[in-house]
């Protein structure tokens, strides 16, 4: 298998990191399943862009918080290419609120896309992805940090992590390697959505790199673990973080 003929699916890819990994996969000969939720223009411009570029692309709208969504998104994307050889669970959402205040709504709703969903995807993939393939997790660095506020969103995290640890060891015998990429404070709308510019200022100062990470920093940490460099490398966390943990 080279890197030329290798497949991606990378959900929530069509804005932030998910297209910044996208992009980069693309880069590297890969053809990249653009999965995404609502945001259809944004998907389709990102498809458009790696076509223009060279690259295979095909936007595949899927909302992997849905049950059934993992099977028909792996369905499709076989459609489309032929098999898939990597997968990266990037799809999430994070609401704040002090545990004593979370209401039904958010525990349901983030448990539901950040592990629940990942989870089906990662059952998929341990049955259609053949011997050298790659599954990436997203996970955070806010499991580690237990700041005021995240406790549901960093437990949602904390389970993918366990779930990385996990699968590695059931998958090395097929030689399919199992990890996650664990992000700090990024520059997304993701991120700064609903924080004011005092804030998002304090975080930037707790890094020792004075700034906040950018979408590149880490899809080029997801471009190598997808990449055959990486083989003998499974059931790790990288802390993309810039040192703040």
């Known amino acids: 298998m080279t890197q030329q003929t290798r497949t991606a699916i990378v959900t929530g890819a069509s804005r932030g990191i998910g297209a910044e990994i996208a992009r980069a996969l693309a880069a590297d000969g890969i053809a990249v399943v653009v999965n995404y939720a609502n945001s259809a223009g944004a998907a389709e411009d990102l498809v458009t862009e790696i076509v223009e570029q060279g690259g295979r692309a095909v936007a595949i709208c899927a909302d992997i918080s849905d049950p059934a969504a993992p099977a028909s998104l792996f369905e499709q994307a076989e459609a489309a290419f032929?098999?898939?050889?990597?997968?990266?669970?990037?799809?999430?959402?994070?609401?704040?609120?002090?545990?004593?205040?979370?209401?039904?709504?958010?525990?349901?709703?983030?448990?539901?896309l950040n592990l629940a969903g990942p989870i089906r995807m990662m059952r998929e993939a341990a049955t259609r992805i053949g011997s050298g393939g790659r599954i990436i997790n997203l996970s955070s660095s806010v499991v580690g940090l237990y700041q005021p506020g995240y406790g549901i969103y960093a437990a949602t995290k904390a389970g993918i992590e366990a779930l990385t640890h996990v699968l590695a060891k059931e998958l090395g015998p097929k030689e399919i390697t199992v990890n996650a990429v664990a992000p700090g404070p990024v520059g997304t709308d993701f991120f700064l959505a609903g924080k004011s510019d005092a804030l998002v200022d304090q975080i930037r100062k707790m890094n020792p790199f004075g700034r906040l990470g950018t979408p590149g920093d880490i899809a080029r940490v997801v471009r190598f673990l997808a990449s055959e460099e990486a083989a003998w490398i499974s059931g790790q966390v990288v802390r993309a973080n810039g040192g703040v943990i």
Do not use: H
Request: aromatic share 4%; net charge negative.
């Open 82 to 112: 032929g098999s898939v050889d990597i997968l990266i669970n990037n799809a999430g959402m994070m609401q704040l609120a002090p545990i004593s205040e979370a209401a039904d709504q958010q525990i349901d709703t983030q448990f539901a």
